[in-house]
């Protein structure tokens, strides 16, 4: 599958912000902007997916968030004000507006990413903290949201049971600066067998490859913490849900430990019509063997966008 690639930036209050983005399929078919995680590549859109993506008649776009990738980096300096209480304030679904950016910037830059290639609407699909920026994407541009699309994600509204500690640390802790890279592949092994679907477990020599991959493409661990701030920056997202109008779809995974169910059912409940699907077995990576589920999913949810397209042609017409 031949790919696209390119780079647009976008305006920082240190200068401009570059980012890196691919592109597949008919660039006359609808296209859909996947969105990442937290400290995430677009590596973790992996091709496979992205292929089978194409092959429903859609143009994929991915890309790699600030701080990550082959993208810009920030490189502002980290909050010093104290993680305990920014964590309390957050479970209180309040904003701790303490980073030099938050997930509303993150939305801009997915727009600026759609400006660039000429797209005035797309499918909206973001996994994690990219389902947060998908959310605030929807709420805020609702007319460039053609269906929305949240895996294994929330809306942080307040009082939601936090991720399971070991699963956090597992995220946001990482390897001494300075590590060699087969102590950085190694961790990203552990860090696997603790968030990974424990139904759906890759090889251990898959996770090393893929590790190797993202360390040979771009290892910038800076980036995790950023991207946590911005979450922390942005606090609940339920007022971007009650706005959103497109048609959406809330995937999970039951066995998810890092970001409960109780994230997806909050987001589903508060975002008019959506529909949400748990998982049995499904942790917080997207394993091969659940592609053609997920996708199945998405592009039910995309023909739903076109069956509301048609019937308001019908009635504009009428």
Known sequence: MQIRTGSTTVGHPDGELELYYEDMGNVDDPAVLLIMGLGAQLLQ???????????????????????????????????????????????????????????????????AVLDHLGIDSAHIVG?????????????????????????????NQRFLPPPAPRALRAILTGPPPGSQRDVIIDNAVRVS?????????????????????????????????????????????????????APTVVIHGRADKLMRPFGARAVARTIDGARLVLIDGMAHDLPPQLWDRVIGVLASNVAESGRRVEQAMRETWA
């Open 45 to 111: 859109w992996r091709p496979g997916f992205c292929e089978k993506l194409v092959a429903r008649g859609l143009r994929v776009i991915r890309y790699d968030n600030r701080d990550v990738g082959l993208s810009g980096k920030t490189e502002p300096p980290r909050s010093t004000q104290p993680l305990v209480p920014r964590l309390v304030r957050f479970w209180l679904g309040l904003a701790s507006p303490a980073a030099t950016y938050g997930l509303e910037d993150m939305a801009d830059d997915a727009a």
């Open 127 to 155: 996994a994690s903290m990219g389902g947060m920026i998908a959310q605030v994407f929807a709420g805020r541009f609702t007319e460039r949201t053609m269906s929305l699309g949240i895996i294994f994600s929330s809306n």
């Open 193 to 245: 067998a603790i968030i990974g679907s424990p139904r759906y477990r890759s090889t251990e020599e898959q996770v090393r490859a893929d590790a190797a991959e993202g360390f040979d493409r771009s290892y910038y661990p800076s980036g995790v913490a950023r991207h946590f701030d911005a979450i922390l920056n942005s606090g609940s997202l339920v007022h971007y849900n009650r706005r959103t109008v």
